[in-house]
């Protein structure tokens, strides 16, 4: 591994922070949700009193950010990843002028970072937007959006970039298909064409981004940008050439996104992607060209599953929440996680060399973990041997996508370095961490921070840079 490799932890701003309504912050779409993605959006987009919302405290990371960034600085790490929260910046997103008690608060984060010698990765946008924008127009489907969506990124960039090299416009943008609330704002429970919302939805975040990118080569050449997918490619169910052909269609729900970043255009096959889709895309004149300045210096994607093409065999109008984000056939040689999620190192070093064949720019790897039920025992160890194993098979097979097959990566943030709540359940016991947190999903605990026992191990793995797993 180059000794540039940035390893490090990744989080985000609305599954750690918590003090949803302090620092002038506006509500945001994740400070609705209790149950995670699983009920897309609550009845009436309000707050329910009689509710717990794990979001509202997250991990405390507003108040707690030096204690945590000392305890990071402890494992060794080289890399934050963290996002910013829109609404502590617009509250409610059309604002003219930015809330300077939300700059301030990201300024403090970044001063902290340097000092302990880490370098900070932003996502522009992690699964949240300022509620409003929600109620107003729909979210994502209004092209309105993307001039809020300028307007906020371009404010972040002037004010941090000499504070901050790494940047990613959008978290796993591909999938405002799966979780169209969460990634897009988007409202369409019980409407007949949801894909229109969807991929219009689509077309605006990649607007927004390749402005966002173009911006930012513009007047600060020397940053670092890119876009990110939640990078789930899939295996054919049989050698049936059949089966090949819908292995290739699932792929390309994800490479439809990771084409436009890095060629700064739509692939040939939109066309016929989006018509089956029966999708009939509003594009500007002008878009085009917007896209087409907006190419990424590097492409990041999380790792989390693979897939059987194709994703609802059957057409079944009711799918699971799991059957939609992880497909409904199962793969026999793969086991699963306490959620369900099936666990695929090897997929892993697939899904790297996949995208670098593709397109040979540098990779950047900002999320991959294990959520599991850790316990916090008597003497306030954890013991989380499941973490170290899954991250060590995970981390072997980065290796050789590096040292054999000749990827080039630019780091790994292990998701997410310190447990927060999560994106789908909403749960905090659903723990990725590497230091535990005294919360559980009723607010309980005292969110006093310990250190399991795959602190030491990630420690040991960057400290070696990735020798001794
Ligand atoms: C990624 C998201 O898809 O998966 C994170 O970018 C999320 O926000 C992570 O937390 C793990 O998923 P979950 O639902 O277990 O929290």
Redesign the pocket.
């Known amino acids: 591994m180059k000794s540039t490799f940035l390893w490090g932890v ?1 989080t ?1 701003a609305n ?1 750690c922070e918590g003090a949803w309504q302090e620092g002038g912050k506006g509500i945001s779409t994740a400070d609705i949700l209790y149950d ?2 699983a009920g897309e959006y609550p009845e009436n987009l309000k707050i329910y009193p009689e509710r717990y919302y794990t979001y509202h405290t997250g991990n405390d990371f507003y108040h707690r950010y030096k204690e945590d960034i000392a305890l990071m600085k402890e494992m060794g790490i080289k890399c934050f990843r963290m996002s910013i929260a829109w609404t502590r910046i617009y509250p409610k997103g059309i604002e003219d002028k930015p809330n300077e008690e939300g700059l301030a608060f990201y300024d403090r984060v970044f001063d902290e970072l340097k000092k302990q010698g880490i370098e900070p990765l932003v996502t522009i946008s ?2 949240e937007m300022p509620l409003y924008l929600v109620q107003a127009y729909g979210g994502w489907k209004h092209r309105c959006v993307i001039d809020h969506y300028v307007k906020y990124a371009k404010t972040i960039l002037d004010r941090f970039h000499e504070k901050v090299n790494y940047w990613i416009t959008f ?2 943008m591909n ?1 405002i298909s799966t979780i169209p609330f969460c990634a897009g704002g988007l409202l369409i429970r019980g409407k007949d064409n949801k894909e229109q919302d969807m991929f219009q939805g689509a077309h605006h975040q990649l607007v927004a981004h390749a402005l966002v990118t173009a911006y930012s080569h513009g007047s600060y050449p020397d940053l670092k940008i890119g876009c990110m997918v ?1 990078g789930t490619l899939a295996y054919a169910q049989t050698p049936n050439p059949q089966d090949a052909l819908e292995q290739l269609e699932c792929d390309r729900e994800t490479y439809y996104y990771t084409d436009v970043f890095v060629r700064g255009r739509y692939p040939n096959y939109a066309d016929s992607f989006l018509k089956k889709k029966q999708v009939v895309l509003q594009k500007q004149e002008g878009d085009d060209e917007i896209l087409a300045k907006g190419k990424v210096d590097f492409l990041a994607f ?1 790792y ?1 599953f693979t897939r059987i093409a194709p994703i609802n065999p059957d057409n079944d109008p009711d799918l699971t929440d799991n059957e939609r984000m992880l497909g409904k056939l199962e793969n026999p040689y793969l086991q699963r996680t306490q ?1 369900g ?1 099936v666990i695929d190192p090897v997929g892993f070093r697939l899904a790297l060399n996949k995208f670098y064949d593709r397109y040979q720019i540098p990779l950047f790897v900002t ?1 991959n ?1 294990l ?1 599991a039920r850790d316990v916090l025992c008597e003497d306030k160890r954890i013991h989380d041997d499941y973490r170290i194993d899954y991250l060590r098979q995970h981390i072997r097979e980065l290796k050789k996508a590096v040292e054999i097959d000749g990827v080039d990566v630019m780091g790994y943030t292990s ?2 370095g310190i447990d ?6 909403a749960q905090i016991t ?1 723990r ?1 961490g590497h230091i535990y947190v005294d919360y559980d999903d009723q607010g309980n605990g005292t969110g006093n921070r310990f250190k399991k026992d795959s602190f030491a191990w990630y420690k040991r793995v960057i400290e070696t840079n990735g020798e001794q797993l």
Request: net charge negative; with cysteine.
């Open positions: 990744a985000a599954q995670g993605t992690h699964y978290n796993e999938f939640c999380s989390y959620w999620w999320e973990g959520g998701w997410s927060l709540v999560s994106a789908t359940t659903k990725y």
